[in-house]
């Protein structure tokens, strides 16, 4: 009794302690994340919100932004219908080399994205291990938007099937059972039972790897070409301007990406708790 006495006495009254860790907290966050994001907008209005309207959409940028958005979804939905049939075989069934299949599924998030685009380019590439037998028939996958595609597919792979999986390995199977006993056929249980379970963990899984896609850089730059107008998404749309020495250009599709990233991670944050719940 006297230990726990002693335990609970420090955080009767005022905790001195509470505002010590958040100050230091908020003041570690400072130069780390508050500065860096709030430079872009200070710097992209700075010449007023006509100079940074006019940056936005000329018609590279916008092409860019595009590219980027349309490259990401569909890789996003790929790898949530990807993510939730592995997540699906490997909790509900024990074979051999499972484990070994889960590690290989989740090394994308420990390959260098560069690594990983000279990767694809060897694989499909014009002189590729797959990609000269294409050569011949006119076929080429890389240096176009399915290249970009293929490639946020290859960085974001384990994401959505990381969420997804986590939760099928915490889900009680006594609710397939029971479906299982009055009747329902498997495709019916997965339907109609399990599916709803993942509701959070599929939107969660499609929202990460939506907005790990759209800011992938490493890969896209090799399998893309980096061809304005045609190839170039928004983060290299940014390194390009950045180069040429364009930097209100460069900072106007920044603050996009940005503003897309909070709204992302905002709705994960705050509607994850309304998707389980119903």
Do not use: C
């Amino acid at each position: 009794m006297s230990a726990a006495v002693s335990t609970m006495r420090h955080v009767r009254g005022f905790d001195v302690a509470r505002p010590l860790s958040v100050g230091t907290l908020m003041f570690l966050m400072l130069p780390l994340v508050f500065l860096p994001l709030a430079s872009i907008f200070i710097y992209g209005t700075s010449k007023g919100l006509g100079s940074f309207w006019s940056a936005l959409t000329a018609p590279e940028a916008m092409y860019a932004l595009k590219l980027s958005i349309v490259t990401s979804f569909w890789a996003t939905v790929f790898n949530v219908l990807f993510g939730l049939f592995a997540a699906y075989v490997l909790s509900r069934y024990s074979f051999w080399g499972r484990n070994a299949l889960t590690v290989t599924i989740s090394l994308p998030t420990a390959i260098p994205t560069a690594v990983a685009g000279f990767a694809l380019l060897l694989l499909w590439g014009p002189f590729g291990t797959l990609g000269r037998f294409l050569a011949p028939y006119g076929i080429q996958l890389m240096f176009t938007a399915g290249a970009i595609i293929l490639a946020e597919i290859f960085v974001t792979f384990p994401l959505a099937f990381g969420v997804m999986k986590a939760v099928f390995d915490t889900m009680n199977p006594s609710l397939e059972e029971a479906s299982a006993t009055i009747g329902a056929t498997r495709r019916q249980t997965f339907w109609h039972v399990t599916l709803p379970s993942l509701r959070g963990a599929v939107v969660s899984g499609a929202l990460l790897t939506f907005a790990r896609a759209i800011g992938e850089f490493g890969s896209t730059i090799l399998v893309s070409g980096n061809l304005a107008g045609r190839t170039q998404t928004a983060p290299l749309y940014i390194f390009a301007k950045f180069n040429e020495g364009q930097i209100e250009a460069a900072n106007a599709i920044a603050i996009v990406l940005a503003l897309l990233s909070f709204l992302i991670f905002s709705v994960l944050f705050f509607a994850r708790e309304w998707l389980d719940a119903n």
